[in-house]
């Protein structure tokens, strides 16, 4: 079993940044390969953003790219979210996720076994 928790979210202004973590613990000899997805009110979820096992491979959704950047941490259990010049379209709940049966997760959600609880975001105008 894996166990992943989100922090980071909050609320602040069009322009500004908030980074996001999540750490996964459980499974200490599993390597995870690592997403973050969004959930607006009356919307789908939707990918964010997706990180390997290993950190070598990224992947991000358009509206993201160039304002958001993925990382984790040398021990690679926990990963986290940039974002920098967040707009009020970027309100959401976002939800980490995690799968140790592949290298990299993707951008599609069935792809991941492990979700956290989720951290809302709230960008004002």
């Known amino acids: 079993q894996v166990q992943l928790v989100e922090s980071g979210g909050g609320l602040v202004q069009a322009g500004g940044s908030l980074r996001l973590s999540c750490a996964a613990s459980?499974?200490?000899?599993?390597?995870?390969?690592m997403g973050w997805f969004r959930q607006a009110p009356g919307k789908e979820r939707e990918f964010v953003s997706a990180?390997?096992?290993?950190?070598?491979?990224?992947r991000y959704t358009d509206s993201v790219k160039g304002r958001f950047t993925i990382s984790r941490d040398g021990a690679k259990s926990t990963v986290y979210l940039q974002m920098n010049t967040l707009k009020p379209e970027d309100t959401a709940v976002y939800y980490c996720?995690?799968?140790?049966?592949?290298?990299?997760?993707?951008?599609?959600?069935?792809?991941?076994?492990?979700w956290g609880q989720g951290t809302q975001v709230t960008v004002s105008s």
């Open positions: 996720a995690a799968t140790t049966t592949s290298y990299f997760g993707g951008v599609d959600s069935r792809n991941y076994d492990y």
């Open positions: 459980g499974r200490t000899y599993a390597n995870y390969a």
């Open positions: 990180i390997s096992w290993s950190g070598g491979s990224t």
